[in-house]
């Protein structure tokens, strides 16, 4: 029994360490495989038979030969496999579907109305995904997972949603269940901001793998990324950034605490903080709106509610700094442009505030990730998953 448990561990080893090196070199021959993972060729044609039959591999060609015949390449296989990612920045929720190596395929976002029950944002989510599954011309068949992007508390060690500050009336805590019983495929509930994270690692080209993510959203949230690895904190909550307290004595937040950093410069914090200031130009109902009149109508009042938000934000973001040491903050959907006061205040205060504790200049880096990408990371995360080496006990 021992011998045959430790074959088929070191099978899935194989398989992993196999399906990976195609993953990152493909497409590739079966010489080619045979040198980059050093198996043996039996090793390696039983294990690429298996790959195909459960179409996770195909033929994608033939390499090129001076002479005899042309060897047959191997690559993931595109039209099989397919993840999904939901982010909920509630009202806006967002559906995409990847294939395989992470490239967009679908994607919808629609605006569900507070207090909608849960039935109906899964009813929502459900037509979604399968709206893009009947477009694509698959079937449910050929996902692989799905994962949700939470905004509040989550537990990711019971893989459901525990508390949303910004969405008090509808319960999402079932949703998990739900989704797994209609689709029948791993679902993974984790924090919005981790998941929007993992589609910036890009901006990490220059570094040693490591970024604090900042999401500025309708909340705001961090994602912590050491040596290219995400870390989750013990329930799926690290870098609740959003919800740190700020002022003790200061307003109520959504959450329940007082003077939380959501309250002096949260997107919706800033919008009302600038229509009740007696030298506004006028109402305005959006974030971006605030931004336009800092740029282009070059408003004092919008320019200094930005600078004293901005300034707030900046302080929060260099204590993350000093506590993890790590000197690359990504901020992402920040929706204002890189020459706006407000990001440009948030560079310079988060340089003042660690000059002299890093050991090298932080670098405040703008988001590159689109609206339309904000779900991607849910789909990149349930590949992860898929290609996750497996933990290897040999019982001997």
Known sequence: MKTANNSRIVKKANSYLLL??????????????????????PTVLNLLSDLRERNIIEKSGFREASSGRQPTLYSLNLKSNFAVGVDFEFPP??????????????????????????????????????????????????????????????????????????????????????????????????????????????????????????????GIGMAVIENGTLSEGNYGNSGYIGHTTIDVSGEKCSCGQNGCLEMFCSKRAIVNRYNNHPSALKQIKSFSELAALSNEKKDPTAIQVLQEAGTSFAIAIANAVKLFDIPVVVIGDLDCGEENVFFKTIRDVVAENTAVHSIVPVRVVYGKSDECDYALGGCMFVIEQFFKAPKLTLKI
């Not at 090196?21 to 993972?37: A, G, N, S, V």
């Not at 019983?181 to 901001?193: S, T």
Request: positive net charge; hydrophobic residues 40%.
């Open 20 to 41: 990976s090196t195609i993953r990152q070199y493909e497409p590739l021959t079966i010489e080619e495989m045979i040198h980059k993972t050093r198996l043996s060729r």
């Open 93 to 218: 929720i967002r559906v995409t579907i990847a294939n395989i190596k992470g490239d967009t395929v679908f994607s919808r976002l629609w605006y569900q109305e507070y207090g909608d029950s849960e039935d109906l944002v899964v009813s929502k989510i459900e037509d979604a995904i399968l709206e893009g599954l009947s477009k694509l011309q698959i079937n449910e068949s050929h996902l692989i997972g799905i994962a949700l992007g939470m905004p509040g508390i989550v537990n990711i060690k019971k893989n459901t949603a525990v508390r949303m500050p910004r969405m008090p009336s509808t319960k999402l805590f079932n949703i998990d269940q739900k989704l797994e019983f209609r689709f029948g495929v791993p679902i993974f509930v984790r924090n919005d901001a981790h998941l929007l994270a993992i589609t910036d690692k890009e901006n990490m080209t220059k570094t040693d793998g490591s970024m604090l993510y900042i999401a500025y959203r309708t």
